[in-house]
C-alpha cells in the first residue's frame, strides 16, 4: 500500500505543534471528500495514463495546503535573510514548485528513497526535516539538518541523499539507489529529481541506458521550471518534450502547477516502478518565481508580466485553496488560521536561526565516515591535526 502522505504532514504538524483549526464551524459542516476532473497527462510509449478523475479527502487538502504554505513561507523567510546577509553563499529557492513535491511525496512510502539537485528546501520538509532544522542549515548553525555544514544545496535526511550541488550528477546516484532497492528485493524505488538545465547532461543519457537495461525501479523526474540559469529551454536545448528524451523509457508529461495532477502520475508511475517494468520518465511543468539562485535577479531573461501572470493564473496555492473553499471542504476562517501558524512557524524557525550557535571548529572533519573509529586528519598545515569522529 502506498503510504498516503496524511501520515508524513501530520507527523510534521504535531512535531512543529500546528493543528488545522476549524473556527465557528464543526466537522459535519463540511464537504469530507470529493471528485475533481483534471488535466489529462502526455505519454509517451504508454497504453494507459494516469486518471483523469480523481477523488480528495478534505484532510488531504488541508494537509497539502498547510505544508505548500510552509514551504512558499520557508522559501520566502529564507529570501529577506539572504538579503540581510544572514544566509550566505548559494541559495535555490523552490517557491511557486511546492505542487511538485507535495504532489510526489503524497503517492510514495517514507521508506522510498529520494535524491534531487540543488532547488531541495521542499523536498528536505516532506521528507522529514523540520523548518527549525532547515532554517538552522540555511544559516550555518549546529542544530541545521546537516548539522551547519551543507547550507542550502546539501541537505540530507533518512532515504533522502540531497540536495547535491553538480548539475546532473545526483541522477547516476538515483540510478545507484534503485538498484540497491532492487538487489535487495525490498519493493521499494527512487525517485530521482533534476531540473530542465540540467536534462542535457550526458551523464543523464549513459543513466537512462543501464536503467533501462537492468529494468531499475526508478522514477526520473525533470523539474521543468521552463528556465535554466539565465536562459529559456528553448534557447538551451534543440528538443523541449523532456518526457520523450529517454527514448527507450516510458515517459509522462504532467501539469506540475496542480498537485493532484502530480499526485496522480507519480502514483501511476510507481506502479509501473513496482510492477518490475523498469524505470519511466515524468516531465512536471512548473515556475519558478525566484530567479535562478538569489544572485540572480531572474527579470533578465523574462518579465516580471510574466510572472505575475503565472502567479494570478496557475499558483499552485491558490488552485488547491480555490478547491477546497467552492467544494465546502474547507472555510476563509480555518485557512487564515493555518496561515498564521505556518507565519508563526516560520518566525520561530528564523529566531532559532539567527541565535543557536555555529559548530565548533573541532567538530570540522566529523562525519566523514558513517560508522568507524576516530580518525586523525590532516588540518590546514601538516603539523595541524584534526580528530574525525563518525
Known amino acids: 500500500m502506498l503510504t498516503n502522505i496524511s501520515n508524513v504532514l501530520r507527523a510534521c504538524a504535531q512535531r512543529n505543534g500546528a493543528a488545522a483549526v476549524v473556527s465557528a464551524r464543526t466537522y459535519s459542516d463540511f464537504t469530507t471528500q470529493a471528485t475533481f476532473e483534471i488535466k489529462k497527462c502526455d505519454v509517451f510509449k504508454l497504453d494507459e495514463a494516469p486518471a483523469t478523475q480523481v477523488v480528495m479527502t478534505r484532510d488531504e487538502g488541508l494537509q497539502y495546503y498547510r505544508t505548500m504554505q510552509t514551504m512558499r513561507r520557508m522559501e520566502l523567510k529564507a529570501d ?5 546577509k544572514i544566509i550566505r553563499g548559494f541559495c535555490h529557492l523552490y517557491d511557486g514548485q511546492e505542487a511538485c513535491a507535495v504532489g510526489i511525496e503524497a503517492s ?11 532547488r531541495a ?9 523540520t523548518v527549525k532544522e532547515i532554517m538552522a542549515e540555511l544559516t550555518g548553525r549546529r542544530g541545521g539538518i546537516a548539522k551547519g555544514k551543507g547550507g542550502s544545496m546539501h ?7 540531497g540536495g547535491n550541488g553538480i548539475v546532473g550528477a545526483q541522477v547516476p546516484l538515483g540510478a545507484g539507489v534503485a538498484l540497491a532497492c532492487k538487489y535487495k528485493g525490498s519493493n521499494e524505488l527512487c525517485v530521482c529529481l533534476y531540473g530542465d538545465g540540467a536534462a542535457n547532461q550526458g551523464q543523464i543519457f549513459e543513466t537512462y541506458n543501464m536503467a533501462a537495461l537492468w529494468k531499475l525501479p526508478v522514477i526520473f523526474i525533470c523539474e521543468n521550471n521552463r528556465y535554466g540559469m539565465g536562459t529559456s529551454v528553448e534557447r538551451a536545448a534543440a528538443s523541449t518534450d523532456y518526457f520523450k528524451r529517454g527514448e527507450f523509457i516510458p515517459g509522462l508529461r504532467v501539469d506540475g502547477m496542480d498537485i493532484l495532477c502530480v499526485r ?14 523498469g524505470p519511466i520518465l515524468m516531465e512536471l511543468q512548473t515556475y519558478r518565481y525566484h530567479g535562478h539562485s538569489m544572485s540572480d535577479p531572474g527579470v533578465s531573461y523574462r518579465t516580471r508580466e510574466e510572472i505575475q501572470e503565472v502567479r494570478s493564473k496557475s499558483d499552485p496555492i ?15 476562517e480555518e485557512l487564515k488560521e493555518i496561515d498564521v501558524e505556518v507565519r508563526k512557524e516560520i518566525e520561530d524557525a528564523a529566531q532559532f536561526a539567527t541565535t543557536d550557535p555555529e559548530p565548533p571548529l573541532d567538530e570540522l572533519c566529523n562525519h566523514i565516515f558513517s560508522n568507524s573509529p576516530p580518525v586523525e ?14
Open 80 to 84: 529577506q535573510l539572504y538579503k540581510q
Open 108 to 118: 510514495i512510502n517514507l521508506n522510498d528513497h529520494l535524491i534531487t539537485a540543488y
Open 121 to 129: 528546501h521542499g523536498y528536505t520538509l516532506t521528507r522529514g526535516g
Open 155 to 161: 541537505m540530507y535526511c533518512k532515504n533522502f541523499y
Open 264 to 277: 496522480e502520475a507519480t502514483r501511476f508511475a510507481a506502479d509501473h516502478c513496482r510492477s518490475g517494468k
Open 318 to 332: 491558490s488552485l488547491l485553496k480555490d478547491r477546497l473553499l467552492s467544494n465546502n471542504m474547507a472555510s476563509v
Open 377 to 390: 586528519v590532516r588540518g590546514t598545515n601538516p603539523w595541524a591535526k584534526l580528530k574525525s569522529l563518525s
